[in-house]
């Protein structure tokens, strides 16, 4: 039934949009149904018994547990604050003529698709199935990137969908060879997760390891991790930030909650001792591009887009330690990167707008007088960068500090590695910040600069993500705790 | 019925066909005889699929041999020369790392490691004929040469007919690996054929020359005249 309820819901929003007359009414939609999503799924976590069994779901192609439920809920809870965001965003978009009127409606049919998409990956039961699905995102979320009106964003919409779909093809050469160890260990071949994770133990570990190395290369290159990151910094910081804020917040969660999968399953089975350290390689390799990056980067929302494939890597290591504890702290730091990245987005997108006219592509952003012009921004890019960077009482500090504790009892060098390349990122935000937030105009050439006035709409996802983020972090509601600790158990680590 | 021994020479046959048109994709610099190699490479693999198919019997062979060849041989083909013949572009003499002599190098050298690294794999799972192993070695040395495509090519319509090529890599491999359920075979086409339309309607705007390039996104509703991007 939910499942149904999924689809219509997204159909009729479909239907209204391609009858609604204006750019108010489409959006309206989107928020619309963001918030039915959000409170369905809520419905899901407070009522129903989890794993949801009911029709469709429980199939052999659909199934909801802890953790598809956990990510749906991200999911649609950023995307309703960024659906209220793309109110006030789009519309100035479309003032200043850098999207154009006739795109609209394919914007929203896109942005409408996608959460849609989405919501059907992080529910398939079926590999395969969320192999598609996370194809279709790729697919709509750079749709959502070239629409506006610049070749350079053609540009990193087509390096997106290469990139990501070439490694894709890897992540299903990978998941034949899954389906043929099924296929010799149970007689018929099936590529459901949940029959997977209960043999696993008998998959031999040669296969297991070639199959989980060609299944990684396209989940990696989905969520941005080296060396398949190369499409990530362009194609967040040239897409709208709205679509910005999705791309970081939700759609990197698709690969690593595929690589969470599939880790899940190599776990059960001996290959386990040389992914790990696979794992580590490539998180620690991560990070250190991103710091590198981050540390000469002059423009905001690449910054912020680097932070994102730092965090991945963060992920990746915490994931490789595999106990229950750093697996319990990694998906809370999704949970936490997700909230503070939108929050970060957000926020350089209302600075985007005062200071467009200066904003040349890739030049260095030139911000002046902040506090007077956009104080609300300022705070957010502040208070923001200080969550990402894992300061408390923001959630990520937690999360950070027991991977990293958790990673200390595994090898010392590592952490130390960590420790420095993730100081050498927040130095790099830091820098970014005082460099740019404390120059302040003459008074007499004050004047000359036009303040954009922010409306609410993008005012309040800001905010609400913020407050959001400080009440997990300085209670850390037992419910969430609870819901996280369920995961853990049900991935059998 | 024709004999067994006979139609696993007949594969073989289409396996080096597989191998040239592979091979003619890396290096040609025609753009519109990529496109045909293109249709002549997924028609063999048409051929190798019903080939397989009266050598094992399942249905799943027919209908994937069915949707292939409407797909890859007929529509996509047709599509992309029809955008080609609109952004006018004959010939892709830009590369961007490899030249066309290194590649085909680079590509045989991915062959034997693929062909160890494989025989490594598969040892220890139970009797897999000659014939199935090579198919496998193939589709995945397809899949990487289809990739050396993608990358060193400049042009972002050559680059699509490489993530083709590297597409038709995997469903050599599915065939050959293992029997993989008609449905998925199904989505992948539905998501190739979409993705095919998206990136060429970008690679108009890319691939065509400055002056054009207005014109013909507007004629795609991409962008509006005003707007001046160099």
Same mark, same amino acid.
């Not at chain 1, 789009?90 to 795109?103: C, D, F, R, T």
């Not at chain 1, 040349?360 to 969550?387: H, M, N, T, Y």
């Not at chain 1, 993500?465 to 369920?486: A, C, E, K, R």
């Not at chain 2, 050396?148 to 590297?166: C, E």
């Given at each position: 039934?939910?499942?149904?309820?999924?689809?219509?819901?997204?159909?009729? *929003?479909?239907?209204?949009?391609?009858?609604?007359?204006?750019?108010?009414?489409?959006?309206?939609?989107?928020?619309?149904?963001?918030?039915?999503?959000?409170?369905?799924?809520?419905?899901?976590?407070?009522?129903?018994?989890?794993?949801?069994?009911?029709?469709?779901?429980?199939?052999?192609? $659909?199934?909801?547990?802890?953790?598809?439920? $956990?990510?749906? /809920?991200?999911?649609?809870?950023?995307?309703?604050?960024?659906?209220?965001?793309?109110?006030?965003?789009?519309?100035?978009?479309?003032?200043?003529?850098?999207?154009?009127?006739?795109?609209?409606?394919?914007?929203?049919?896109?942005?409408?698709?996608?959460?849609?998409?989405?919501?059907?990956?992080?529910?398939?039961?079926?590999?395969?199935?969320?192999?598609?699905?996370?194809?279709?995102?790729?697919?709509?979320?750079?749709?959502?990137?070239?629409?506006?009106?610049?070749?350079?964003?053609?540009?990193?919409?087509?390096?997106?969908?290469?990139?990501?779909?070439?490694?894709?093809?890897?992540?299903?050469?990978?998941?034949?060879?899954?389906?043929?160890? *099924?296929?010799?260990?149970?007689?018929?071949?099936?590529?459901?997760?949940?029959?997977?994770?209960?043999?696993?133990?008998?998959?031999?570990?040669? !296969?297991?390891?070639?199959?989980?190395?060609?299944?990684?290369?396209?989940?990696?290159?989905?969520?941005?991790? $080296?060396?398949?990151?190369? =499409?990530?910094?362009?194609?967040?910081?040239?897409?709208?930030?709205?679509?910005?804020?999705?791309?970081?917040?939700?759609?990197?969660?698709?690969?690593?909650?595929?690589?969470?999968?599939?880790?899940?399953?190599?776990?059960?089975?001996?290959?386990?001792?040389?992914?790990?350290?696979?794992?580590?390689?490539?998180?620690?390799?991560?990070?250190?591009?991103?710091?590198?990056?981050?540390?000469?980067?002059?423009?905001?929302?690449?910054?912020?887009?680097?932070?994102?494939?730092?965090?991945?890597?963060?992920?990746?290591?915490?994931?490789?330690?595999?106990?229950?504890?750093?697996?319990? =702290?990694?998906?809370?730091?999704?949970?936490?990167?997700?909230?503070?990245?939108?929050?970060?987005?957000?926020?350089?997108?209302?600075?985007?707008?005062?200071?467009?006219?200066?904003?040349?592509?890739?030049?260095?952003?030139?911000?002046?007088?902040?506090?007077?012009?956009?104080?609300?921004?300022?705070?957010?890019?502040?208070?923001?960068?200080?969550?990402?960077?894992?300061?408390?009482?923001?959630?990520?500090?937690?999360?950070?500090?027991?991977?990293?504790?958790?990673?200390?009892?595994?090898?010392?060098?590592?952490?130390?590695?960590?420790?420095?390349?993730?100081?050498?990122?927040?130095?790099?935000?830091?820098?970014?910040?005082?460099?740019?937030?404390?120059?302040?105009?003459?008074?007499?050439?004050?004047?000359?600069?036009?303040?954009?006035?922010?409306?609410?709409? !993008?005012?309040?996802?800001?905010?609400? /993500?913020?407050?959001?983020?400080?009440?997990?972090?300085?209670?850390?509601?037992?419910?969430?705790?609870? $819901?996280?600790?369920?995961?853990?158990?049900?991935?059998?680590? | 019925?024709?004999?067994?021994?006979?139609?696993?020479?007949?594969?073989?046959?289409?396996?080096?066909?597989?191998?040239?048109?592979?091979?003619?994709?890396?290096?040609?610099?025609?753009?519109?005889?990529?496109?045909?190699?293109?249709?002549?490479?997924?028609?063999?693999?048409?051929?190798?699929?019903?080939?397989?198919?009266?050598?094992?019997?399942?249905?799943?062979?027919?209908?994937?041999?069915?949707?292939?060849?409407?797909?890859?041989?007929?529509?996509?083909?047709?599509?992309?020369?029809?955008?080609?013949?609109?952004?006018?572009?004959?010939?892709?003499?830009?590369?961007?790392?490899?030249?066309?002599?290194?590649?085909?190098?680079?590509?045989?050298?991915?062959?034997?490691?693929?062909? %160890?690294?494989?025989?490594?794999?598969?040892?220890?799972?139970?009797?897999?004929?000659?014939?199935?192993?090579?198919?496998?070695?193939?589709?995945?040395?397809?899949?990487? %040469?289809?990739?050396?495509?993608?990358?060193?090519?400049?042009?972002?319509?050559?680059?699509?007919?490489?993530?083709?090529?590297?597409?038709?890599?995997?469903?050599?491999?599915?065939?050959?690996?293992?029997?993989?359920?008609?449905?998925?075979?199904?989505?992948?086409?539905?998501?190739?054929?979409?993705?095919?339309?998206?990136?060429?309607?970008?690679?108009?705007?890319?691939?065509?020359?400055?002056?054009?390039?207005?014109?013909?996104?507007?004629?795609?509703?991409?962008?509006?005249?005003?707007?001046?991007?160099?």
């Amino acid at each position: 039934m939910i499942l149904i309820a999924f689809v219509l819901v997204s159909v009729l *929003s479909l239907v209204i949009i391609a009858f609604a007359r204006n750019h108010r009414q489409m959006n309206s939609v989107c928020i619309g149904q963001a918030l039915i999503f959000t409170t369905l799924t809520a419905y899901l976590v407070v009522f129903q018994q989890v794993p949801v069994v009911s029709f469709l779901i429980d199939s052999q192609y $659909f199934f909801i547990d802890h953790l598809g439920l $956990f990510e749906v /809920l991200i999911a649609t809870l950023i995307f309703t604050c960024a659906a209220v965001y793309a109110r006030g965003y789009v519309e100035g978009l479309l003032k200043s003529g850098e999207l154009e009127k006739g795109s609209l409606k394919l914007f929203y049919v896109a942005w409408t698709l996608l959460l849609l998409v989405i919501v059907l990956a992080f529910i398939s039961d079926n590999l395969a199935l969320f192999w598609i699905f996370a194809e279709l995102t790729t697919i709509i979320s750079a749709m959502l990137i070239a629409i506006l009106s610049a070749r350079e964003n053609i540009d990193a919409a087509i390096k997106y969908i290469f990139v990501a779909s070439v490694s894709m093809l890897f992540t299903f050469a990978g998941f034949i060879f899954l389906f043929e160890m *099924s296929r010799v260990s149970l007689g018929t071949g099936t590529l459901n997760w949940t029959v997977l994770m209960q043999h696993a133990t008998t998959f031999p570990p040669g !296969m297991m390891i070639a199959s989980f190395a060609l299944v990684f290369i396209g989940l990696a290159a989905k969520s941005g991790i $080296f060396p398949f990151h190369t =499409w990530l910094p362009e194609a967040h910081a040239k897409a709208p930030s709205a679509v910005s804020a999705i791309l970081s917040g939700v759609l990197l969660n698709v690969g690593i909650y595929g690589i969470i999968r599939m880790y899940a399953i190599t776990h059960q089975s001996t290959a386990v001792v040389t992914i790990a350290p696979m794992l580590t390689v490539f998180g620690v390799l991560t990070i250190g591009i991103a710091a590198l990056s981050m540390l000469p980067q002059k423009n905001l929302k690449k910054l912020v887009a680097f932070s994102s494939v730092e965090n991945m890597g963060i992920l990746l290591v915490g994931l490789a330690i595999s106990t229950p504890v750093s697996v319990f =702290w990694v998906l809370f730091h999704i949970m936490a990167h997700s909230f503070t990245k939108a929050s970060l987005f957000f926020s350089s997108g209302i600075l985007h707008r005062q200071y467009r006219s200066r904003f040349v592509s890739d030049a260095a952003d030139e911000i002046k007088d902040v506090f007077r012009l956009q104080p609300l921004a300022a705070w957010g890019i502040i208070l923001g960068g200080l969550a990402i960077i894992g300061m408390p009482p923001f959630p990520l500090f937690f999360s950070e500090f027991f991977i990293l504790l958790q990673l200390g009892t595994v090898s010392l060098w590592v952490l130390a590695a960590m420790l420095l390349l993730l100081f050498i990122s927040a130095v790099a935000l830091g820098y970014f910040v005082l460099m740019n937030f404390t120059s302040v105009s003459e008074p007499e050439a004050q004047t000359d600069i036009e303040q954009y006035r922010t409306p609410a709409s !993008m005012k309040v996802p800001i905010i609400f /993500l913020l407050v959001l983020l400080l009440v997990i972090g300085i209670f850390l509601p037992s419910g969430i705790t609870g $819901f996280i600790n369920q995961i853990v158990t049900e991935l059998n680590f | 019925m024709i004999e067994q021994v006979t139609i696993e020479g007949i594969i073989r046959i289409l396996f080096v066909c597989v191998i040239i048109t592979a091979a003619y994709i890396i290096s040609t610099r025609n753009l519109l005889s990529v496109v045909s190699v293109y249709a002549l490479q997924s028609l063999t693999l048409v051929c190798i699929a019903l080939a397989l198919y009266f050598l094992e019997g399942s249905v799943v062979l027919l209908a994937i041999a069915g949707v292939t060849f409407i797909s890859k041989v007929i529509i996509i083909p047709y599509f992309i020369a029809t955008i080609q013949e609109k952004i006018r572009i004959k010939r892709d003499i830009e590369f961007h790392y490899l030249s066309p002599t290194t590649s085909l190098l680079i590509s045989m050298i991915l062959m034997l490691v693929i062909y %160890m690294a494989l025989s490594r794999i598969v040892v220890g799972s139970p009797s897999r004929e000659n014939l199935f192993f090579f198919g496998a070695v193939l589709g995945i040395s397809l899949m990487l %040469m289809g990739m050396m495509v993608t990358f060193s090519r400049k042009r972002a319509i050559t680059k699509v007919l490489g993530f083709l090529s590297m597409e038709n890599g995997v469903l050599l491999f599915g065939m050959f690996v293992t029997e993989l359920p008609f449905i998925i075979e199904f989505l992948i086409i539905i998501d190739l054929i979409i993705l095919v339309i998206l990136t060429t309607i970008l690679s108009v705007g890319i691939d065509s020359t400055l002056e054009d390039y207005h014109k013909r996104l507007h004629r795609f509703h991409l962008l509006d005249d005003s707007e001046e991007v160099i």
